[in-house]
Nanobody
Framework: VQLQASGGGLVQVGGSLGLSCEASGRTFRDYVMAWFRQAPGKEREFVAGISRGGGSTDYADSAKGRFTIYRDNAKNTVYLQMHGLRPEDTAVYYC??????????????????WGQGTQVTVSS
C-alpha cells in the first residue's frame, strides 16, 4: 500500500487543522493506521492510531481531547482532525500503515508503510 498525506500548513495557536492520508490498493482495510510526528531534533513519536474497522482508537497523552483520528475504508483514507493546536504540535506529520499489529498503538518499527510527511506549523 502506498500512502499520500496532505493537509498540513500554518495555523495560529488555538486553531484547527485537518490532515488526510489516502492509500492506494484494495487492502487498506487490512491495515492498522496511525499518525506519527517528528519535530526538529526529536525522535518520531506516535500521535494516534485506529483499528482496521475504525472502531478502536488510541492517542498519545499529548493528543487526547484535542485530536481525533478516523478512517473511511470506502475511500481508502485516514484522517487526523486537530483542535486547540499548540506551538509544541509543530512537526512533520506522517501517516503509517501496519498490517500485523494487534493493537492500535505501536512503535514506528511496527509500521511498514509510510506517507511522505506533511508539515504542520503552529505560530504563537
Amino acid at each position: 500500500v502506498q500512502l499520500q498525506a496532505s493537509g498540513g500548513g500554518l495555523v495560529q495557536v488555538g486553531g484547527s487543522l485537518g490532515l488526510s492520508c489516502e492509500a492506494s490498493g484494495r487492502t487498506f482495510r487490512d491495515y492498522v493506521m496511525a499518525w506519527f510526528r517528528q519535530a526538529p531534533g526529536k525522535e518520531r513519536e506516535f500521535v494516534a492510531g485506529i483499528s482496521r474497522g475504525g472502531g478502536s482508537t488510541d492517542y498519545a497523552d499529548s493528543a487526547k481531547g484535542r485530536f481525533t483520528i478516523y478512517r473511511d475504508n470506502a475511500k481508502n483514507t485516514v484522517y487526523l482532525q486537530m483542535h486547540g493546536l499548540r506551538p509544541e504540535d509543530t512537526a512533520v506529520y506522517y501517516c503509517a500503515a501496519g498490517r500485523f499489529l494487534r493493537n492500535t498503538r505501536g512503535s514506528s518499527s511496527e509500521f511498514t508503510h509510510w506517507g511522505q510527511g506533511t508539515q504542520v506549523t503552529v505560530s504563537s
